[in-house]
């Protein structure tokens, strides 16, 4: 395995333990606060909760997204590398008929002359 592709492992790996390790945090809404100001505090603390799941939820899309990007990446080198073994395949398979077609031609101009 290139060094390349164990880097990219590594940080697959790193990212999956994030991911995995993500806790969301609770606001303490049992505070001694009476009619509007508890009111009031109660929905500052629901759009902090708010911001801190857009925050944490933006940070596992882009988490998600490089993860996709790294593993597309990976693929797409895999399928160049299969399609240059199979080029090269070809293209030594064809030089050999080339070959061998150019002997079959000297032995028939020989045979006519």
Known sequence: MSATAVTLSNRIQRIRNSVRNFTIPVADV????????M????GGQV???????????????KAFLDQATIT???TALQILDDVGII????????????????????????AGT
């Open 47 to 61: 759009n902090k909760q708010i911001e801190d799941f857009r925050v944490a939820l933006l940070e596992l899309r």
């Open 87 to 110: 080029s090269a395949n070809i293209s030594s398979q064809l030089d050999g008929m080339a070959t061998r077609l150019k002997w079959v031609s000297s032995q028939v101009s020989d």
């Open 72 to 74: 597309t990446e990976i």
């Open 30 to 37: 049992n505070m001694p606060l009476s009619g509007k100001r």
């Open 39 to 42: 009111l009031k505090n109660i």
